[in-house]
């Protein structure tokens, strides 16, 4: 399934992903992970991210998301087990 047949049934209004979001979840590698998410997971990520005001705030929560999707079992502080296709 490719990125747009995934957001296709959001409900919510699709948040783009910044240039910085790209580059960290890049440099650690993590891309495949991130794209393994379920739609609402990644435009959640991507939105609340995006609604900090504070430069600290955003590289704190950039780090939250970071270290979520490298554990692989945690989404937004909770546990989160992903179906396996």
């Known amino acids: 399934m490719n990125d747009e047949d995934k957001f296709a049934k959001l409900t919510r209004p699709r948040h783009p992903m910044p ?11 993590l891309m495949d992970a991130y794209r393994a998410r379920p739609a609402y997971q990644q435009n959640d990520y991507i939105g609340w991210i995006g ?17 979520e999707l490298e554990a692989g079992n945690v989404y937004m502080k909770m546990a989160y087990r992903p179906k396996h296709k």
């Open 51 to 67: 609604r900090a005001k504070r430069d600290a705030t955003i590289q704190k929560r950039l780090a939250q998301m970071l270290d």
């Open 19 to 29: 240039a910085f979001v790209r580059e960290a979840l890049l440099a650690r590698g």
